[in-house]
């Protein structure tokens, strides 16, 4: 399958830091990224799609100036979430998928975010 | 609105078979994806389906009723490697994918 590279795997940070996570397309060009936010023990909620060229579409409660997303070409995204918070720790995947259906989407290694 | 049902959790033998099922309701239907997610891991592509039936992979079958709304994933021979979490997702009119809340599987020896 094709691949995603998402870096950094882990990060620690403090409190009222930002900390920017990249998702990259190795061998593929992503028309359309996806992150996602996980909790221990629970599935994958989304938090934004983005399309190459254009603005992140966020899902409902996830504020759009905390989490701010990039899409600046067709195989890097970035995510940067701003003035991190304790109850930001979480693990973060993105996934990124070619152009048409279906295209399965591939899923980056993921970001464990600890903010302390 | 949408809605993908799983089993939160299920546990199976080692050796045996499981069936991991998942019923949705979406507005519109372009597909059924199932994933594998091992613990502190990403998802990882198990299949596809978009047509009423079986698709056999392996060890891994999955099979589709689109009138029923209703999906299962199949384990044949079942080892302790397939401890994981299992999610199905499907496509709805816009293509966007839809998650279930995955069904954890823990393998006894």
């Known amino acids: 399958g094709a691949v995603v590279s998402q870096h950094p795997s882990w990060v620690i940070c403090k409190s009222g830091t930002s900390v920017k996570i990249e998702c990259r397309s190795l061998d593929f060009q992503a028309t359309t990224m996806f992150w996602y936010r996980q909790f221990p023990k629970q599935s ?3 938090m934004a799609t983005s399309n ?6 966020y899902e409902q409660g996830v504020e759009k100036d905390k989490f701010l997303i990039n899409h600046a070409s067709l195989t890097l995204s970035t995510l940067t979430v701003t003035s991190a918070h304790p109850e930001d720790s979480s693990f973060y995947i993105c996934s990124a998928k070619a152009e048409g259906w ?7 290694q993921g970001t464990r975010l600890t903010v302390v | 609105g949408q809605n993908i049902d799983q089993p939160t959790e299920m546990t199976a033998t080692e050796g045996a078979i499981v069936q991991i099922n998942c019923t949705y309701q979406t507005s519109g239907f372009n597909g059924l994806f199932w994933y594998q997610q091992h613990a502190g891991e990403a998802p990882t592509f198990l299949s596809y389906n978009v047509l009423d039936g079986l698709e056999e992979k392996g060890r891994f079958s999955s099979f589709l009723s689109r009138s029923k709304g209703y999906s299962y994933l199949l384990l044949k021979e079942l080892q302790m490697k397939d401890s994981a979490s299992y999610l199905c997702a499907v496509g709805d009119s816009n293509y966007q994918l839809i998650w279930g809340a995955g069904t954890k599987l823990i393998i006894k020896p």
């Open chain 1, 52 to 57: 190459e060229g254009s603005k992140a579409t």
């Open chain 1, 102 to 108: 279906p295209r399965e989407a591939f899923f980056g």
């Open chain 1, 44 to 46: 994958l909620m989304l």
